[in-house]
């Protein structure tokens, strides 16, 4: 099945069309224009009994939770927690996001709660990585995952249970300035890393700008010169986006997932001369033991006697030459007519980058 898949691909790579343009947008990003990660702890509350039992560090958010609104716990009384849960509440900060805007929350179990499905949770504060407050988690849990437990101790789970989203469920107390506005330059990361590509995106921009402004430092990063303030960098920076630049062909990668026995080879792998023959040997073991019976009326004792016998059988597969730039379609042609299995793919294809005919990056997942 492997093998048609890649044959398949192989039949796609001969007829496909040459590398097209796309948008700088597409390539990368402008530095400082990010996401920012907000993390956050809090309490579920209005669980039908699937939530934390009396662990410590549930009672005391609780606690707290009761002293907000004036209630102060007796010393040394512990509210029952099976309809409570201790969650981490986590979420992403878009770029540019302001004061009052609403963002998506992710809430997971903390403790040994065995379900957050139909729980509220309780006003929580969301904090980046300088410890600052950028946004407050509050609503009701949309979970996905259902559990179900009988007295017998059997259960029975679906999905994640212990898991789940309240959709615009914090406010944005806080911007983040992205310092685009004053930084010195603007600079635009591509997301993998490319000389030529670098290179190609500095010349479309100067290209349609007229004016040599773009420059690339890297394989990864182009600076841009920009005038100083928000409004001139915006429209500069919407310009840039939309330029169409043809990126360069990726590198020659054979990548092999080991645990599934999944091979994808990309269209710019060649071979070296080389010549692979690739067999398999069986070897099968057969137990047959035998009862023997002692002679009547004698002082013998039944035994059993042991039958063994060990084939093995060798496959007399073909040699076959891979010829100097041999491609992709050569390749799976020439696997595909020994009839080798994925893991037998993989055996050859490593064979051929220790011998130095593969000319590519083995990435073994």
């Given at each position: 099945m492997l093998i048609r898949i890649l044959l398949a691909f192989a039949a796609l790579a001969a007829f496909a069309a040459p590398a097209h343009a796309v948008r700088i947008k597409d390539l990368g990003s402008f530095q400082g224009v990010r996401p920012n990660q907000l993390v956050g702890y809090g309490i579920v509350v209005g669980l039908a009994g699937t939530g934390d039992d009396n662990l410590e560090y549930a009672t005391q958010a609780m606690g707290g939770v009761a002293s907000r609104f004036g209630i102060t716990l007796p010393p040394g009384v512990n509210p029952a927690l099976k309809n409570a849960a201790a969650v981490m509440v986590t979420a992403d900060l878009p770029a540019f996001a302001r004061p009052g805007q609403r963002i998506d929350v992710t809430i997971s179990a903390l403790g040994r709660a065995r379900s957050l499905r139909g729980g509220t949770l309780i006003l929580a504060p969301l904090r980046g990585a300088d410890n600052q407050i950028y946004a407050m988690a509050q609503g009701s849990l949309v979970v996905g995952g259902l559990g179900v437990s009988a007295q017998d101790g059997s259960q029975v789970s679906v999905n994640v249970p212990s898991a789940g989203r309240i959709p615009n469920g914090a406010t944005v107390e806080r911007a983040v300035d992205a310092g685009f506005a004053l930084a010195?330059?603007?600079?635009?990361?591509?997301?993998?890393?490319?000389?030529?590509?670098?290179?190609?995106?500095?010349?479309?921009?100067?290209?349609?700008?007229?004016?040599?402004?773009?420059?690339?430092?890297?394989?990864?990063?182009?600076?841009?010169?920009?005038?100083?303030?928000?409004?001139?960098?915006?429209?500069?920076?919407?310009?840039?986006?939309?330029?169409?630049?043809?990126?360069?062909?990726?590198?020659?990668?054979?990548?092999?997932?080991?645990?599934?026995?999944?091979?994808?080879?990309?269209?710019?792998?060649?071979?070296?001369?080389?010549?692979?023959?690739?067999?398999?040997?069986?070897?099968?073991?057969?137990?047959?033991?035998?009862?023997?019976?002692?002679a009547p009326f004698s002082r013998g004792q039944t035994a059993e006697e042991q039958d063994s016998s060990i084939e093995i059988v060798e496959e007399q597969l073909r040699m076959f030459e891979m010829a100097p730039g041999a491609e992709l379609s050569d390749i799976v042609r020439a696997v595909n007519a020994i009839g080798a299995a994925p893991s037998d793919l993989v055996a050859i294809l490593e064979a051929l980058k220790q011998a130095g005919a593969l000319r590519a990056e083995l990435v073994v997942l």
């Open positions: 010195p330059q603007l600079t635009f990361n591509l997301a993998d890393a490319d000389f030529t590509t670098a290179r190609r995106v500095a010349d479309a921009i100067n290209s349609e700008l007229g004016q040599p402004i773009a420059s690339a430092v890297d394989a990864v990063s182009i600076a841009i010169a920009a005038a100083p303030g928000a409004e001139p960098r915006t429209a500069l920076m919407s310009r840039i986006e939309n330029i169409e630049v043809t990126p360069a062909d990726a590198p020659a990668r054979v990548i092999v997932n080991s645990r599934t026995g999944t091979v994808v080879i990309n269209g710019a792998v060649r071979i070296g001369p080389a010549a692979v023959s690739h067999g398999r040997l069986t070897v099968s073991v057969d137990e047959n033991p035998r009862i023997i019976q002692p």
